[in-house]
């Protein structure tokens, strides 16, 4: 079954918001969880959630373009990586003056390296979304994989 290039970018541009808001809410949700507190809880999920909503479709069109539909799971995840990367690397930026005004974060380890400098806010955020990124790639590199005739006996 061929599809079109057209088809092929609104599938990912579909199926990246919808898997990277989900899975984006995972992530905050964890990271929430380490605050210990409900309110840490869901915050880190609403973020995550929203930020995964936003990288997603980025990711999946990048993954669409360039994969086509020849690339599949692996193709997908590593340029999802790549794209998510580079996403969180300069969302990253910002972070660093929101989380200085937020005592539980400073005093939450693992969280506290959005407080030490713009670059292990940036590295931490960067990776984080490019998690995001890999999980998001692998799938929709794997459905927007074209169907290879089976091989003749």
């Known amino acids: 079954m061929f599809i079109s290039p057209h ?71 590593y340029t999802g990586m790549l794209t998510g990367g580079l996403i969180g690397l300069v969302a990253g930026l910002p972070a660093y003056t929101v989380a200085r005004g937020v005592p539980l974060i400073e005093s939450t380890i693992f969280l506290n390296a959005l407080t030490i400098d713009f670059f292990q806010a940036s590295m931490l955020i960067g990776f984080l979304v490019s998690v995001l990124g890999t999980a998001v790639g692998a799938i929709i590199g794997g459905v927007n994989l074209r169907k290879t005739s089976p091989p003749s006996n």
């Open 7 to 77: 088809n092929l970018l609104r599938n990912g541009l579909l199926i990246g918001a919808v898997a990277g808001a989900l899975i984006g809410l995972g992530e905050g949700l964890f990271m929430g969880g380490l605050t210990l507190t409900l309110s840490g809880l869901l915050v880190g999920g609403l973020i995550g959630a929203v930020s995964g909503a936003g990288a997603g479709p980025a990711v999946g069109a990048s993954v669409s373009y360039f994969a086509r539909g020849h690339g599949g799971v692996s193709t997908g995840a």
